[in-house]
């Protein structure tokens, strides 16, 4: 149906972004916020820029003016900037590590930054506290930081367990050591683990996958996020690959059998798509931290790289980057966007968790978005991409695997 597939829905969000912002005096809406309490669930994100090994296919930038020996200081301290204020008092919703790799600094690291987040909000008990870790990282004293500071999901970035495509990857150790490390970590109390798989390398066969699935069914993980790679310019892997390689990696029919051996041989031990390129297991995983952020929550932004929101405030921290002001300690590198962009976020959520109700969208919205969408939405039922039930419409197995193609499609027509 689509000449190429997208793997992303980023490119759509962030025209988003444009659309709706205000003529607002930023410093002044988030100086109100901030002397009240706050009126949305919240999640805090805190960002760590660093990685022990940079896999191969990473586009992203790390800082060279921060040191990572010394960055729990430096993230202690924007935590301590945010303590006392009014806003900052109600319950948290969740919390999440997010890299990079947060791992990458030492467990006493960790152990300093998750006492001082306990001390400084109110974190109830069974919060869900998530840090994204390589598995290589996940040592017993690294395990035991983190169950002792609270941390009750992993993210654990394996990609492969096949020992060629790990080299490829640039990722660490060999499958068999990583699939070792998981049955230890799960064994010592953890029970939301869940890891990234990454398929439709270059050189990865039907075989190599089918052993990929054999090994996540055979470890009982709550949830794998699946992914085709994805290839940026200037990275080491671009120059390990042919341009057959490339070529091959864009045929979306080879892609779409090894999505569907994914999916089907998951699905044969009891795992269901939570979201596009997510399945869970036995509802093992509510990633609370997404459902906070896209459902009109905000989102408290800790580290330098960090982005969040409060309420309406779009912002991003950046090391030495300036404030809005000494009395109101966020970072000034932001906007304030309408409404709109947030029901729209939300939107392209349950987009992306694969079912929406156009009639709700239409309600908030103020316009008829099923008549804003019927070319579309013709297309795509045509296509066997979606089904309609009244005026909901869920995504088909083969809507999930062009859905950030039909995401795409959709804000277009609604932004026109």
Same mark, same amino acid.
Request: proline share 3%.
């Given at each position: ?13 962030? +025209? ?48 060279? /003016?921060?040191?990572? $020996? ?10 301590? @900037? ?6 900052? /008092? ?18 006493? $690291?960790?152990?300093? #930054? ?29 395990? $035991? +930081? ?15 367990? !096949? ?19 998981? @049955? ?19 050189? /990865? ?51 779409? *059998?090894?999505? !569907?051996?994914?999916? !089907? ?20 995983? @509510?990633? &609370? ?12 932004? *800790? ?23 000494? &009395? ?49 939405? /013709? ?8 089904? @309609? ?17 039909? #995401? !795409? ?8």
């Amino acid at each position: 149906m689509y000449p190429q597939r997208y793997k992303s829905h980023h490119d759509a969000s962030s +025209a988003l972004k444009s659309g709706f912002e205000m003529q607002t005096d930023k410093k002044a809406y988030v100086a109100r916020l901030l002397a009240g309490p706050a009126c949305t669930r919240r999640a805090i994100y805190i960002h760590v820029p660093f990685c022990t090994k940079v896999c191969s296919f990473c586009p992203f930038h790390r800082p060279d /003016e921060l040191s990572r $020996q010394t960055y729990d200081k430096y993230v202690i301290s924007e935590i301590d @900037r945010l303590g006392g204020l009014p806003y900052m /008092e109600a319950p948290v919703d969740s919390v999440y590590f997010g890299g990079g790799t947060p791992t990458a600094l030492r467990p006493e $690291q960790m152990s300093r #930054i998750l006492d001082r987040l306990k001390t400084t909000f109110d974190i109830p008990e069974g919060t869900e506290i998530s840090v994204e870790t390589s598995v290589t990282e996940l040592s017993d004293e690294m395990t $035991q +930081a983190l169950s002792e500071g609270g941390v009750n999901r992993l993210s654990v970035g394996v990609q492969t367990f !096949d020992d060629g495509g790990r080299r490829l990857l640039g990722r660490r150790g060999s499958g068999e050591a990583a699939a070792e490390r998981l @049955r230890k970590t799960l064994k010592s109390g953890f029970k939301n683990v869940g890891i990234d798989l990454i398929y439709n390398y270059p050189g /990865e066969t039907e075989e190599i996958l089918a052993r990929d699935i054999a090994i996540i069914r055979g470890l009982g993980l709550a949830g794998v996020s699946f992914y085709s790679l994805m290839l940026h310019e200037k990275t080491p892997i671009m120059k390990k690959i042919s341009q057959a390689d490339v070529g091959l990696m864009a045929d979306t029919g080879r892609e779409r *059998v090894f999505f !569907d051996m994914i999916a !089907d041989g998951l699905s044969g031990a009891g795992y269901e798509f939570f979201e596009l390129t997510r399945m869970i297991r036995n509802g093992l995983d @509510r990633y &609370d931290y997404m459902r906070v952020r896209h459902s009109g929550g905000s989102c408290i932004a *800790v580290g330098h790289g960090a982005g969040g929101n409060l309420d309406n405030y779009v912002y991003h921290n950046r090391h030495g980057g300036p404030l809005l002001g000494d &009395d109101v300690p966020i970072s000034a590198m932001g906007r304030v966007l309408g409404d709109g962009y947030f029901i729209l976020d939300e939107f392209i959520n349950d987009l992306q968790k694969m079912a929406v109700d156009l009639s709700e969208y239409s309600g908030r919205l103020g316009f008829d978005l099923e008549e804003r969408l019927s070319g579309v939405l /013709e297309r795509a039922t045509a296509g066997g991409l979606l089904e @309609r039930q009244g005026a909901g419409i869920r995504l088909t197995r083969a809507g999930i695997f062009w859905g950030n193609n039909l #995401i !795409d499609e959709f804000i277009r027509e609604i932004l026109k």
